[in-house]
């Protein structure tokens, strides 16, 4: 079968599996990097939340990136969706800290999961615990995030940092 300037199919499958293996070579070579990076972007991420700067932790993420929040009402899981529109024009008065911990990173390609348990403190004070769960995407502009769930909890269904309360 011929294409387009009369190079064979099976030709441009060959180079394409040749690239692709080089690809992978690359990835699986280097497996550090991608991870590191997709940490930078959680690690940026929770740092603007702290830092009550909603628009900088949307900008972090893709347009369409939905959120997606778990919890408990009267004894039943529920949850609540947040858009990145509602995410960009969120305020607060409060002083948030949340920190995460121990994250599993698994790469693959041009897609990355991040879970990460968590802690979160509002005004000084313990408010809950939980598993931040990102996903992110690849994009020419670098790592981006495509979609986070997170569940708010209680010990002992969460626990809290290892280092203890912030700043203590």
């Known amino acids: 079968m011929e294409i387009a300037r009369g190079l064979p199919l099976a030709l441009l499958l060959a180079f394409g599996f040749f690239f692709f293996d080089a690809g992978m070579a ?6 550090g990097d991608d991870e590191a990076a997709v940490m930078a972007v959680v690690d940026s991420a929770l740092v603007l939340i702290s ?22 009402r009267g004894g039943e899981p529920d949850y609540r969706f947040r858009s990145p529109a509602a995410q960009r024009t969120a305020t607060t008065d409060a002083d948030l800290v949340e920190r995460g ?11 990355a999961s991040v879970w990460l348990p968590y802690d979160f403190y509002t005004n000084g004070e313990w408010s809950h615990c939980g598993v931040d769960a990102f996903i992110l995407l690849r994009t020419g502009d670098g790592w981006r995030i495509a979609s986070m769930a997170w569940t708010v909890e209680q010990p002992p269904a969460c626990r809290p940092h ?4 912030p700043g203590g």
Do not use: C, M, N, Y
Not at 101 to 111: A, K, T, W
């Open 26 to 31: 690359r990835a699986q070579a280097e497996p």
């Open 162 to 165: 290892p280092d203890g309360p």
């Open 51 to 72: 830092a009550e700067d909603f628009v900088g932790f949307t900008a972090l993420k893709l347009e369409e990136a939905p959120a997606f929040i778990s919890f408990e």
């Open 101 to 111: 911990f121990e994250p599993v990173v698994q790469v693959s390609g041009h897609l």
